[in-house]
């Protein structure tokens, strides 16, 4: 059987040979490139006509690689003379064409042509060459296409399925990827592209649900002489494909997740109700607490201002002596400011420093034992701030407190000043619920 590989002849005119007078009626061209095959027949139309003044005196054919050069034949007496080592191989069909059969992977390599001819003006040379290359069959064995199937199935991460994998070989390409792709033919009869192609062979994945039954893998017939194979009975082979393990375990995998989906949406269903409960429970506690906000706002008199959840806050800019304005503030159903943590104390001095007086009582005294300040209710306060130095019952007569909004050095610290001086003042009024 004939079989293709490729040969590529490329035609070289050398520089210091005539070319202009010499006649190649042939059509193979400078730098022209043919196609053969292992086993084929080639032509080498080097056919050339000489003027009617011209005599061809002679006429040899060459052959040379990296190693070696031969003489393949000569032109000699109006005789084709092939050497020895050819002499059953070639034939010249016309005036200079030469025709070599049955050519092997040996025969790659440089052919030229060389012709001397004579004529009133003297010998005149002229050549052509051409480079050859001999392919064999694309298909390592025994030039046929072998289908199989690479082991059982396995778990394909990224299509999340069992994969059974088919592959064509065995194939000389030497490249990343053939200038073509074998034809898969599937059980239903529809045809399917490669996967990949490596190490000579063509790979088909198939994910699950598997089709069962027989895969075909051909080589497409239009392609059959770049794979120098010419019969077509060679061209392609068959594999029959079990498809119940695969899907099996398809269906087992697929039970799995969904159960395993399943338990994750019952651990995610319960972490949203518990955070529904949660939300629920805050959303009861800010509800109490704006009912809660709502009843003391609506329960501070006019004029007067909420602070926290169960005081309302006036200040008083009359001046008045400390015993005047806890009195005052008695008559209003309040008290004269009973400071008990920094917040309220932050509070109330703003509210002083905003009004822009110089000093103001706080609901605190030492009238009863000196040296111990207590609230007007007569207990003992639950928070203090005073200045450094403070109290210090200066000149023996301060024992009532005060904001000194007029000093910067104090801030919202306290001081301890004659109950008789004249201050503005704030009344707090605790809410009953």
Not at 321 to 345: F, P, Y
Request: hydrophobic residues 30%.
């Amino acid at each position: 059987m004939a079989y293709c590989g490729l040969f590529v002849l490329v035609l070289l005119a050398t520089s210091n040979i005539h070319t202009h007078c010499l006649d190649w009626s042939g059509p193979l061209r400078d730098n022209a490139v043919l196609s053969v095959c292992v086993g084929d027949d080639v032509t080498l139309p080097w056919d050339f006509q000489t003027a009617e003044n011209e005599v061809t005196e002679d006429i040899k054919w060459e052959y040379e690689t990296n190693s070696t050069s031969k003489l393949i034949a000569f032109y000699s007496s109006e005789r084709f003379m092939p050497t020895e080592s050819y002499e059953q191989r070639v034939k010249c069909k016309s005036n200079g064409s030469l025709t070599m059969n049955d050519v092997t992977l040996k025969d790659s390599g440089m052919y030229s042509i060389r012709v001397e001819v004579q004529s009133q003006d003297g010998v005149s040379r002229y050549q052509r060459s051409a480079s050859l290359q001999v392919k064999d069959s694309a298909l390592i064995e025994d030039r046929k296409v072998h289908v199989q199937q690479e082991g059982d199935a396995v778990w394909d991460n990224a299509t999340r399925t069992f994969t059974i994998t088919l592959s064509c070989g065995t194939f000389r390409f030497t490249e990343d990827r053939p200038t073509f792709d074998v034809q898969w033919t599937a059980p239903t009869g529809g045809t399917l592209n490669s996967t990949k192609y490596s190490n000579g062979r063509f790979y088909l994945s198939l994910p699950s649900p598997v089709v069962g039954g027989t895969y075909t893998c051909r080589i497409p017939p239009n392609h059959l002489s770049h794979t120098c194979l010419t019969d077509s009975r060679h061209d392609n082979d068959f594999v029959l494909v079990d498809s119940v393990k695969v899907n099996v375990l398809q269906t087992i995998f697929e039970q799995k997740t969904l159960r395993e989906e399943d338990e994750k949406l019952k651990a995610e269903n319960e972490k949203l109700q518990s955070a529904v409960d949660k939300l629920k429970e805050e959303d009861g506690k800010l509800n109490e607490l704006l009912s809660r906000i709502t009843k003391v706002i609506d329960q501070c008199p006019r004029s007067w201002t909420l602070h926290g959840e169960s005081s309302c806050y006036k200040y008083i800019s009359t001046a008045t002596t400390w015993q005047a304005a806890k009195v005052q503030c008695e008559n209003m159903g309040a008290s004269l400011v009973e400071i008990d943590s920094q917040a309220e104390n932050s509070f109330v001095f703003k509210m002083v420093n905003s009004k822009g007086a110089k000093e103001a009582w706080l609901g605190l005294s030492d009238l009863g034992e000196e040296g111990v300040f207590l609230l007007p209710s007569g207990q003992l306060p639950a928070f203090t701030k005073w200045h450094s130095g403070e109290p210090n019952d200066s000149s023996n007569r301060e024992d009532c407190a005060e904001f000194m909004p007029g000093r910067s050095d104090f801030s919202d610290r306290w001081n301890d000043a004659p109950c008789g001086s004249r201050n503005p003042f704030v009344c707090e009024q605790h809410l009953l619920y």
